[in-house]
């Protein structure tokens, strides 16, 4: 995909080139330059750039999912098989320390994709990310590592996250009471996000 996207720079290069090379041999032969060509030239390098860039915010949206995913698939050892299904607290420590990181990573997700730059990354978070957390959100003892990543964070961005993961259609009424149970037997307090 960047290699693509280098083509049409250089494509969009030689349009200029070629344009700069009209206006220089007609200097040199008196012959007047027609009246069309600089518009078209113009239109033509335009065009090439327009197609450049969304090659390379396509490019630049693919490597910062792959990324993502690498990060991802490396904590995925870590956590419990089926963890969005978990409804007790898991018996080994590491495997919720994997799910305080879980909601981390999704943290990540979120910004990068909904404030970072939305109008590049936002396809990422509507058709990848918002149904992986739908589902990891059906799970109250993800709900209550959610509660536990959330300790200490208190910036605006954090309350939005909260806010979004932690209400419909995210993580319904019943799984958010699940999940405040859980958190209050293991002595994690519950975050205030409205």
């Excluded at 080994?92 to 990354?121: C, G, S």
Aim: include cysteine; charged fraction near 20%.
């Amino acid at each position: 995909m960047v290699i693509r996207a280098l083509q049409w720079c250089w494509l969009a290069v030689l349009v200029c080139c070629l344009g700069c090379t009209a206006h220089v041999a007609s200097a040199i032969s008196s012959q007047p330059v027609p009246t069309w060509l600089t518009p078209l030239i113009l239109l033509v390098s335009v065009s090439i750039s327009l197609v450049s860039l969304r090659l390379a915010l396509l490019a630049s949206r693919a490597e910062t999912f792959r990324n993502l995913r690498v990060a991802f698939n490396k904590l995925r050892e870590d956590l419990p098989d089926r963890f969005w299904l978990e409804t007790r607290m898991p018996a080994e420590p590491r495997h919720f320390e994997a799910m305080v990181k879980y909601w981390q990573f999704a943290f990540d997700e979120w910004f990068i994709t909904q404030r970072l730059n939305p109008k590049v990354f936002g396809k990422l978070w509507r058709a990848y990310y918002s149904e992986v957390i739908t589902v990891s959100c059906k799970s109250p003892t993800m709900v209550a590592a959610l509660f536990q990543a959330a300790v200490g964070a208190c910036g605006e961005a954090d309350r939005a996250f909260l806010d979004l993961v932690l209400n419909e259609p995210y993580t319904s009424p019943e799984v958010l009471a699940q999940a405040r149970a859980l958190a209050g037997a293991a002595g994690i307090p519950v975050p205030e996000w409205r």
